[in-house]
């Protein structure tokens, strides 16, 4: 008995994959500019989370996730991340029952030299979007503003209604 072909796998196709490995590729770039500088175990990832420390002081995990727009759950295991790495350290908070997150002494060292890679890195990004006929940074601003208009899940949701595989 012959069995039926499966269908097609869909991850072949992908409208965002594109844009994840760009930004992979970029990071990569960045961490080969910390590599010529010996600045060893540091992520492109970690760096805004390290500046926002530099600039702002020790934070709770919560304080840290809010200042950058990320989930306490992504910040805690990146600050774990971090921890291991030796770029941050946790010490008592303000009430003795909370902690903060804290820079090492090696982060504070080259806390300068990471702000002027971000400077850096922000007037590459400006001089490529100089160069392409729609920057990336107005593509976000009309992607919000479509997502406004009927959010992601509903334009989701719609589709699979009407996919019978989806039941």
């Not at 992504?74 to 303000?94: C, E, F, I, L, N």
């Given at each position: 008995m012959a069995t039926k072909d499966p269908a097609p796998d869909p991850t072949h196709h992908s409208r965002w994959r594109p844009l994840r490995l760009l930004q992979a590729s970029m990071d990569a770039e960045i961490a080969r500019v910390y590599a010529e500088k010996e600045i060893d175990g540091l992520k492109p990832s970690y760096v805004m989370e390290l500046l926002r420390l530099h600039t702002e002081g020790p934070m709770t995990i919560t304080e840290l996730a809010a200042s950058v727009e990320r989930t306490?759950?992504?910040?805690?295991?990146?600050?774990?991340?971090?921890?291991?790495?030796?770029?941050?350290?946790?010490?008592?908070?303000?009430?003795?029952?909370?902690?903060?997150?804290?820079?090492?002494?090696?982060?504070?060292?080259?806390?300068?030299?990471?702000?002027?890679?971000?400077?850096?890195?922000?007037?590459?990004?400006?001089?490529?979007?100089?160069?392409?006929?729609?920057?990336?940074?107005?593509?976000?601003?009309?992607?919000?503003?479509?997502?406004?208009?009927?959010?992601?899940?509903?334009?989701?949701?719609?589709?699979?209604?009407?996919?019978?595989?989806?039941?």
């Open positions: 306490h759950s992504a910040v805690s295991q990146k600050v774990a991340a971090m921890r291991a790495a030796g770029w941050v350290r946790t010490v008592p908070g303000d009430d003795g029952r909370s902690k903060k997150v804290t820079l090492t002494d090696e982060a504070r060292s080259v806390a300068g030299r990471l702000a002027a890679e971000w400077r850096a890195t922000e007037a590459a990004l400006a001089e490529i979007e100089a160069e392409i006929p729609y920057p990336l940074s107005q593509v976000v601003t009309d992607i919000e503003r479509a997502l406004d208009r009927k959010s992601f899940h509903d334009r989701i949701t719609e589709k699979l209604a009407a996919d019978p595989a989806w039941e």
